[in-house]
C-alpha cells in the first residue's frame, strides 16, 4: 500500500482510467507537451529576435574580457616565468604566487599608495565637486564658463595630463617653482616629483615616515585637477533636482546657509555622492598610464602602485604568473568598490 502511494507521489503510476496522475493529486491534462507550438513561441519571443543585436558583443565581451580574467586566474596558479611556456595541470596548480606577494615588502608599500590614492584622490574630488557645484548652483556670473573651464580637464586623457603635469611640477622651469619665485616665496620652490620635507620629530611616531615625500601627493593632485569637474556636474545635476521649496521653506524655518545645506540639501545628494564615488574610484584604480608616462614603469617606493607594480613584474621582469597574481589582486580590489554599488542598484531595480 506504501508502494503504491510513493508511486503516485513520484507521478509514475497512473489512474484507474490510464491518465498520468499528478503528484498534488490530480490528473495531468491529456493534452502533453507540444514541442512544435513551445519552438514557434521561443523564435517569436524578443530575446531569439533581437539576437543578431545582443548575441556578438555578448560573445565578444565574454571571450575577450571574462575569458582573458579567467586565464589570468590560471595563469597565477603556474609558476609561468622568463620564455618557459607554463604547464596548464589542475594538479601543479598552487598559491605560491600569492604566498610571495603576502611576504613582499613591496607588494605591501603597492597596496598602501593604492589605497592612499584610492581614498584621497576619491575624497578630495568629491569636496573639491560639491563646493563648485554649491557655487555654480547659487547664481554666479558667467556660470557657463566657469563650469566649462573646470569640465575641460575630465575631457583630457591620462596621457595628456601627465605630460602636462610633469611641465609643470618641473623645478627649473614649471610653472609652479617660477610662480613661487616671481612672489619672493623662492623657500617653497621644491622638487615635486623627487623631492620631500622632513618631519622632525614626528618621523619618530608609528608609521610616520622620517620623510614626506611628494611624489604621491603630487600625482593625487593632478588628478584632483582633472576629475573635480566630473564631481561638480554630478553634484550640480543633484542639487538642480532638488526643489526650491525646501531651500524656501528652511529659510523661513530659520535655518543658516551652512544649517541649510548640512541637514536638508547635502542628505538629499546621498545618491550622486555613491554614484560619483564609485567612478572616481574606478579612475583612481586605472591611475596606471598617469604614472607610466610621468614615471615610467618604476615610480619609486612612495608612489608605487598595485597596477605599475603588476606591469613591471610582468613586462620588465618577465615573471608572469607573480603580475598575474598582483593583477588578481587589483581584480578583487576594483570588484570590491563595484559590486556594492551594483547590487544596490540591482536592489533598488535599477538594473
Do not use: C
Not at 543585436?53 to 603556474?78: E, H, K, Q, R
Not at 556660470?143 to 627649473?172: C, K, Q
Not at 556636474?233 to 525646501?246: F, H, K, S
Not at 551652512?258 to 591611475?287: D, E, G
Request: charged share 15%; aromatic share 16%.
Amino acid at each position: 500500500m506504501s508502494l503504491h502511494i510513493l508511486k503516485r507521489l513520484l507521478g509514475r503510476d497512473r489512474s484507474d482510467d490510464g491518465r498520468a496522475v499528478r503528484t498534488d493529486g490530480g490528473t495531468a491534462s491529456s493534452k502533453g507537451f507540444d514541442l512544435g507550438a513551445t519552438l514557434s513561441s521561443l523564435r517569436d519571443s524578443d530575446a531569439v529576435r533581437s539576437a543578431p543585436f545582443w548575441l556578438p558583443p555578448f560573445l565578444l565581451m565574454g571571450f575577450f574580457v571574462y575569458g582573458a580574467i579567467g586565464w589570468n586566474v590560471i595563469i597565477s596558479f603556474t609558476d609561468f616565468a622568463g620564455l618557459t611556456l607554463p604547464t596548464y595541470d589542475p594538479a601543479a596548480f598552487d598559491l605560491e604566487m600569492y604566498r610571495r606577494a603576502l611576504s613582499d615588502q613591496q607588494f605591501w608599500l603597492a597596496t598602501r599608495n593604492t589605497f592612499v590614492l584610492l581614498a584621497s584622490f576619491t575624497a578630495l574630488s568629491l569636496a573639491g565637486g560639491l563646493g563648485l557645484a554649491i557655487l555654480v548652483d547659487r547664481g554666479i556670473r558667467f556660470e557657463n564658463w566657469f563650469r566649462t573651464i573646470y569640465l575641460l580637464p575630465f575631457s583630457l586623457s591620462f596621457v595628456v595630463t601627465a605630460v602636462f603635469w610633469r611641465w609643470m611640477y618641473n623645478f627649473d622651469s614649471g610653472v609652479i617653482n617660477v610662480v613661487l619665485r616671481g612672489l619672493g616665496l623662492d623657500f617653497l620652490a621644491s622638487k615635486w616629483l623627487s623631492g620631500g620635507v622632513d618631519l622632525g620629530v614626528l618621523g619618530g611616531l608609528p608609521l610616520v615616515p622620517e620623510v614626506l615625500q611628494f611624489k604621491l601627493f603630487a600625482v593625487i593632485f593632478a588628478l584632483l585637477w582633472q576629475f573635480s569637474g566630473y564631481a561638480m556636474v554630478v553634484y550640480l545635476a543633484g542639487l538642480r533636482a532638488i526643489p526650491n521649496d525646501q531651500y524656501e521653506a528652511a529659510r523661513v524655518d530659520g535655518a543658516s546657509t551652512i544649517r541649510m545645506y548640512w541637514r536638508v540639501i547635502l542628505p538629499q545628494l546621498r545618491a550622486s555622492t555613491v554614484s560619483a564615488a564609485v567612478v572616481l574610484m574606478v579612475f583612481a584604480l586605472k591611475a596606471f598610464d598617469f604614472l607610466y608616462v610621468m614615471f615610467g614603469n618604476n615610480p619609486g617606493p612612495t608612489a608605487d602602485i598595485l597596477s605599475t607594480m603588476m606591469y613591471r613584474q610582468a613586462f620588465a621582469a618577465n615573471e608572469w604568473a607573480y603580475g598575474s597574481a598582483i593583477a588578481v589582486v587589483l581584480f578583487l580590489v576594483a570588484l570590491a568598490v563595484v559590486a556594492p554599488y551594483l547590487y544596490g542598484e540591482y536592489r533598488r531595480g535599477e538594473l
